[in-house]
């Protein structure tokens, strides 16, 4: 897991134009100028109890996958935990550096 990103990777030879901004710079220039994004952003899965991270990828979870018509970031706190309220919420995040190939708590 990465905690910080340069600009330049030298030995990669790599640009990184995102290595500056934070989460909430992403979304905000995504909503802005209509970015397209993947489409595993617009579910919640809320569960009654944790899942640990490396059993998330297993099929048959405890969790209900929610259709939320929009980026979870663009939802309501309702809207993403339900009525009444999932115990957890998981999300996919995807963006730049920012990668998960299992569901994490939207922070």
């Known amino acids: 897991q990465r905690i910080s990103l340069d600009l330049w990777e030298d030995g990669k ?7 500056g901004w934070s989460w909430s710079d992403i979304i ?22 944790p899942i640990e991270a490396t059993k998330r990828h ?5 969790w209900e996958k929610v259709p939320l ?6 939802c ?8 009444p309220p999932a115990p957890i919420t998981y999300v996919f995040k995807s963006f730049g550096d920012i990668h998960t190939t299992v569901p994490v708590e939207p922070h």
């Open 69 to 74: 018509g929009k980026p979870f970031w663009q």
């Open 28 to 49: 905000a220039y995504a909503d802005a100028k209509g970015v397209p994004v993947n489409e595993g952003h617009n579910f919640a899965y809320r569960a009654q109890a």
């Open 76 to 83: 309501t706190d309702k809207e993403l935990k339900g009525d």
């Open 13 to 19: 030879r790599t640009l990184n134009p995102l290595a």
């Open 58 to 62: 297993l099929p048959d979870l405890p």
